[in-house]
């Protein structure tokens, strides 16, 4: 961290003074991080029409976050990343199991998720206000630790989308055809799904439930009204995820507003935009 703190004193802010506002410089590291994460797998959510799936995952990780609470854990988060985890698995396997459209399935698991949280929030007469910052976020309150494991996440799935991109996209194009050419469609969107949990579930204390769903669905809806190719589509999601992180984070620090919401609101104008030049180029 002490390498990073020292390039971030480069730079011309107030907040980047040496010895001052290291949550400041913790955040800007995170959104680092965190935005390409969301630019490559907002991608796959919307190809694959999981524009809510995202908005289940995060229901899910707020009943784990419930649950390690009540079990009395140093850290809920951890037992909110295995339930996630496992949602994401059997939600998976549920979809492949039956003929109902995903929505449909999304909404099941999503209803159980957020009822099953409520429930155990309100256990016993307890104050569901404790969880209140879950629904907003935090940006400020980023740890070191919680960064790296958020960088060791997207390198696995830079990793894996080199090696397994194909297969991917011909997986949620045409899944029959995928499983003719013998690749294995379920473990890819396991996979896939199970990512996309453990990204929203470290980051829904710091982006906020409320709005962690549009940052994996508006960055690549926008890039596909510009993009000609697969290529462009890819990097145009990562790019427009990467520039309004930092905007969203300037903008908070300097009216005092919520990072989530001011990072969403730019990816909004952005997808404004490219919806306006999409029309004028046809």
């Known amino acids: 961290?002490?390498?990073?703190?020292?390039?971030?004193?480069?730079?011309?802010?107030?907040?980047?003074?040496?010895?001052?506002?290291?949550?400041?410089?913790?955040?800007?590291?995170?959104v680092l991080v965190i935005s390409p994460l969301f630019g490559i797998l907002s991608t796959m959510v919307v190809t694959n029409r999981m524009s809510f799936f995202s908005d289940a995952?995060?229901?899910?990780?707020f009943t784990g976050i419930a649950i390690g609470t009540l079990c009395g854990l140093a850290d809920p988060m951890w037992a909110a990343i295995l339930l996630a985890a496992a949602f994401a698995l059997l939600f998976t396997y549920v979809q492949r199991?039956?003929?109902m459209a995903s929505d449909t399935v999304i909404g099941v698991f999503s209803s159980t998720a957020v009822a099953l949280g409520i429930f155990i929030a309100t256990?016993?007469?307890?104050?569901?206000?404790?969880?209140?910052?879950?629904l907003i976020g935090?940006?400020?309150?980023?740890?070191?630790?919680?960064?790296?494991?958020?960088?060791?996440?997207?390198?696995?799935?830079i990793v894996l989308w080199l090696c397994s991109f194909n297969g991917l996209m011909l997986s949620s194009v045409h899944p029959a055809?995928?499983?003719s050419r013998g690749i294995q469609v379920f473990w890819q969107e396991a996979v896939f799904s199970m990512a996309i949990a453990v990204v929203v579930t470290v980051s829904m204390t710091w982006v906020g439930l409320m709005v962690i769903n549009s940052l994996l669905v508006l960055p690549a809806a926008a890039a596909r009204n510009l993009a000609r190719n697969?290529?462009?589509?890819h990097l145009i999601s990562i790019a427009a995820a990467v520039v309004a992180g930092i905007a969203g984070l300037m903008t908070s620090y300097e009216l005092g507003s919520s990072a989530g919401a001011s990072i969403t609101l730019y990816l909004a104008l952005w997808f404004a935009i490219t919806f306006l030049l999409r029309k004028k180029r046809m």
């Open 1 to 30: 961290m002490e390498l990073w703190y020292s390039l971030v004193e480069l730079l011309p802010f107030e907040w980047a003074a040496p010895g001052t506002m290291y949550f400041m410089k913790n955040a800007l590291l995170a």
């Open 230 to 233: 697969m290529r462009q589509f």
């Open 138 to 157: 935090d940006i400020l309150s980023v740890e070191p630790g919680k960064i790296a494991l958020l960088a060791v996440i997207l390198l696995v799935v």
């Open 57 to 61: 995952l995060g229901h899910s990780a």
């Open 123 to 134: 256990f016993d007469s307890g104050s569901f206000t404790k969880f209140n910052s879950l």
């Open 97 to 99: 199991r039956s003929n």
């Open 177 to 179: 055809l995928a499983d």
